[in-house]
Each structure stands twice: as C-alpha cells, then as structure tokens.
C-alpha cells in the first residue's frame, strides 16, 4: 500500500509559478512510476507529466517547456515545478504511483489561475 499526500496548490496569476509536492508512504518510493495528472471541470483527467524510478521523463504537449517534474527518492516525494502558468492550467491536480498492477491516487490539490 502507498499513501500519496499532495501539498502546494492555491491561486496564482498567469505567468506566476507554483510547486506541488506529492509525500508518498507506505512502500519503497523508489520502485515507482509517478505522474501528475489534473482535471478540469467537465473534462476527463489528463496525464500531465511522469517520471520513472530511473528519472525519465514524459509531459503532455500542453505542458512542455513551462513545467517540470522531479523526484527525490531519499524524501519520498515527487515535485511538479509550473512556470508560465496560464488560465487552462486551472485544474484538480492528482498524484499518481504505479508498479506492476498496482497504482495509487492523491486526494487531489486545486491550481487556479486567475487574474
């Protein structure tokens, strides 16, 4: 079992930055696969970005060049740096872990961007 926590959501203006943690618990972080993904209201949940247990990376077109994830295995967490924020990047945020069959979800944290 893994308990993912996520942390670092909030308002912020377009053009503005935030940084989400995702602290994960519970089993061995550095097996898993973890990704962010969101969804926005009346849309289906999108992957954003992941990253393997060996640090390759992937990101959605929509996001490429303005964020960023990384992970810290010696804390457990996975980040997700979003720079340039833009007002469709308003969404519920998720953290995701995956190994084998077995895959997890955060409780979700809120980004709005808004003027």
């Known amino acids: 079992q893994v308990q993912l926590v996520e942390s670092g959501g909030g308002l912020v203006q377009p053009g503005g930055s935030l940084r989400l943690s995702c602290a994960a618990s519970?089993?061995?972080?550095?097996?898993?696969?973890m990704g962010w993904y969101r969804q926005a209201p009346g849309k289906q949940r999108e992957l954003v970005a992941g990253?393997?247990?060996?640090?390759?990376?992937k990101y959605a077109d929509s996001v490429k060049g303005r964020f960023a994830i990384s992970r810290d295995n010696a804390k457990n967490t996975v980040y997700l740096q979003m720079n340039s924020l833009k007002p469709e990047d308003t969404a519920v945020y998720y953290c995701?872990?995956?190994?084998?069959?077995?895959?997890?979800w955060g409780q979700g944290t809120q980004v709005t961007v808004s003027s």
């Open positions: 519970g089993s061995i972080f550095s097996i898993y696969a």
């Open positions: 995701n872990a995956r190994y084998m069959y077995s895959e997890y």
């Open positions: 990253i393997t247990g060996g640090g390759s990376t």
